[in-house]
């Protein structure tokens, strides 16, 4: 049987020679790619720390800054490289921060 399209084992090959599962593996390594980069997306986004304060505020976890860790000084900081304040302003809170 010359031409009935059958080769080894019973798989069925076309005419070029191919099973016609090359594809298949192709779709499925995609797949599977694209699973891995959406569970390492999903994973970076819920990281730790993973919100900077421009997105989410200096005050997104409900809790107000306290002199313990720094934070006043660090938005005070911030607020000068925004130009918010001016220096004078910068420096008579700091003064102020540092009194207590």
């Known amino acids: 049987m010359m031409g009935d399209g059958y080769g080894y084992g019973g798989v069925r090959w076309n005419m070029m020679g191919q099973s ?3 594809g298949l593996w192709i ?4 797949l599977v790619l694209l699973l891995v980069a959406a ?7 819920l990281r ?3 919100r900077t304060a421009a997105v989410t505020g ?3 976890t409900g809790a107000g800054p306290t002199a313990d860790d720094g ?3 660090r938005i005070l900081d911030e607020r000068l490289a925004r130009g918010e ?3 004078d302003e910068y420096r008579r809170t700091r003064a102020a921060l540092h009194e207590r």
């Open 20 to 22: 016609g599962t090359t």
């Open 27 to 30: 779709l499925v390594a995609v």
């Open 39 to 45: 569970v390492v997306a999903l994973a970076w986004a």
């Open 48 to 50: 730790p720390g993973g």
């Open 58 to 60: 200096p005050h997104a």
């Open 71 to 73: 934070s006043a000084d």
């Open 85 to 87: 304040i001016t220096e």
